[in-house]
């Protein structure tokens, strides 16, 4: 939790302008404008409060919202990519505003949401004290309830952290060998595309025509670039290049990519194998 400091201004409030813009209402799919983004903030408050104001950093775009009740509310913009911090409010004749922006700010990205954390302001005896908790699954939680469609579009999906026993491998034991894989020719192309499925991602094999090797593809379901961390063959007969493969695929939203081609040890003889991974997505370019 961080705590900062705001100043009284006035005994009692004049009219202020009421000229910014104000938080979204329904919730309905968004459409982003080039170089727009989604401005998210979170309010706890113990007092109703009223005209509060966030500013750009950069313009003179200001976010307002006239009047938070007591309790946690969600509010979202549309605004124009750049950073944006919380500078004033007003509770009951009393007007308070920011001494300096520094930590109370927050970025948006253009295409993305950018979160400002759940801001709770309270008024101690004439001072203002107001914590910025960055509480990313409480925001998830809040967002999904108060705004369900538009937490679908532009929240990642949850992936659980996978541990060793997930991969059936017992973390006191060493880790699987390491393979190289065969490089997949641009020419191989996938003949059976299952059908669309609910799941994130979809792994499939198919035969190379001609030969008894395999090749792996992967689908994105998703609208989030998804990494494959981790790719391994386990429980191998007669396979080349058996254990954790050597590769890092990324694959864009709704893409197939090819993974590897799994090739028999020898030519003429049957061959087995089971296959396993992680995956996770892929937030502001960072894997």
Not at 223 to 240: G, M, N, P, S
Request: hydrophobic fraction near 40%; include cysteine.
């Amino acid at each position: 939790m961080k705590i900062k400091h705001l100043s009284l201004v006035a005994l009692v409030m004049l009219a202020l302008s009421a000229c910014g813009t104000e938080p979204i209402q329904q919730d309905q799919p968004i459409t982003l404008q080039a170089g727009q983004g989604l401005a998210a903030v979170v309010y706890d408050v113990a007092d109703p409060l009223s005209q509060v104001t966030l500013e750009s950093a950069e313009s003179s775009t200001q976010l307002q919202i006239t009047a938070v009740p007591v309790g946690v509310h969600v509010y979202l913009f549309q605004v124009p990519a750049g950073s944006y911090c919380f500078t004033s409010f007003q509770f009951g004749r009393w007007h308070f505003f920011s001494k300096d922006k520094e930590g109370q700010c927050f970025q948006v990205k253009a295409g993305e949401l950018g979160y400002g954390g759940t801001l709770s302001p309270r008024v101690v005896n004439g001072e203002v004290m107001t914590g910025q908790d960055m509480d990313l699954e409480r925001f998830r939680s809040e967002l999904t309830q108060s705004y369900p469609i538009i937490a679908k579009q532009f929240l990642p999906p949850e992936v659980k952290e996978y541990t060793a026993a997930d991969l059936n491998t017992p973390a006191s034991t060493s880790e699987p060998p390491v393979s190289a894989t065969a490089a997949v020719p641009a020419s191989i192309t996938p003949r059976q595309v299952p059908a669309a499925s609910t799941d994130q991602i979809t792994e499939w094999i198919e035969y190379i025509p001609g030969t008894l090797d395999h090749v792996v593809f992967f689908r994105n379901n998703t609208q989030w670039t998804i990494q494959v961390k981790r790719f391994e063959l386990y429980d191998c007969v007669a396979v080349k290049a058996c254990g954790v493969q050597k590769f890092t695929l990324v694959i864009p939203p709704h893409a197939i990519r090819q993974a590897m081609i799994i090739e028999p040890a020898d030519p003429h003889d049957a061959y087995t194998y089971r296959t396993r991974y992680i995956y996770g997505f892929v937030q502001n370019g960072k894997h």
